[in-house]
């Protein structure tokens, strides 16, 4: 029988870490910017588009209120579509 205790967490191993911050974010996908012209465009023309039209749409309905929170909720809805798309067709 062991004389370990199990009630002891175990010990850690040491690893060298001299080069994790250069390798960690690029190994694990987290952090890369997307610099990409063509899809930078893309977004800013849908979000655009969704923003007037339902700004468009709360103006008739509700007037200069209706312009502001059309406007914002046209911002959140361009950008959850405009991503959508980007997601789907910029797979590599």
């Given amino acids: 029988m062991s004389n370990e205790n199990p009630y002891e967490p175990p010990t850690a191993v040491l690893q060298d870490d001299t080069n994790r911050a250069a390798t960690s974010s690029t190994s694990a996908g987290l952090l890369n910017i997307n610099t990409r012209t063509r899809d930078n465009l893309v977004q800013a023309g849908i979000i655009g588009v969704t923003m007037l039209l339902v700004s468009g749409v709360g103006t008739i309905l509700y007037g200069v209120v209706g312009i502001l929170s059309g406007a914002f909720l ?10 959508t798309y980007l997601l789907i067709v910029s797979r590599k």
């Fill in 74 to 83: 046209g911002l959140v809805a361009g950008l959850l579509i405009s991503g």
